[in-house]
Nanobody
Framework: QVQLVESGGGLVQPGGSLRLSCAASGSILRPYTMGWYRQAPGKMRELVATITSGGTTSYADSVEGRFTISRDNAKATWYLQMDSLKSEDTAVYYC???????????WGQGTQVTVSS
């Protein structure tokens, strides 16, 4: 049974920083891609960033240059460093993992990020 658990969300002022973590337990078939998504109230869930098993990263245009995704394979944990936060970054952030060969997808429960003064 695979479980993904996010942590690190909270309330931060505009221009501030937060670091989200996603810890996986159970056996995820390698290789797999890790990602972060977010969903703001009244909006659809959107992709924020992904990182492949080889370390290749990609970002949504809205966060490029402000957010950094990274991973620690030994700990089966990945991170989202969020800098220069804006009010429009307010959302529930979800981590996911996608097994490359069979496309099986796992999701975390989400963590709230609120950017407000």
């Amino acid at each position: 049974q695979v479980q993904l658990v996010e942590s690190g969300g909270g309330l931060v002022q505009p221009g501030g920083s937060l670091r989200l973590s996603c810890a996986a337990s159970g056996s995820i078939l390698r290789p797999y891609t890790m990602g972060w998504y977010r969903q703001a109230p009244g909006k659809m869930r959107e992709l924020v960033a992904t990182i492949t098993s080889g370390g290749t990263t990609s970002y949504a245009d809205s966060v490029e240059g402000r957010f950094t995704i990274s991973r620690d394979n030994a700990k089966a944990t990945w991170y989202l460093q969020m800098d220069s936060l804006k009010s429009e970054d307010t959302a529930v952030y979800y981590c996911n993992a996608v097994e490359i060969f069979n496309k099986r997808t796992y999701w975390g429960q989400g963590t709230q990020v609120t950017v407000s003064s």
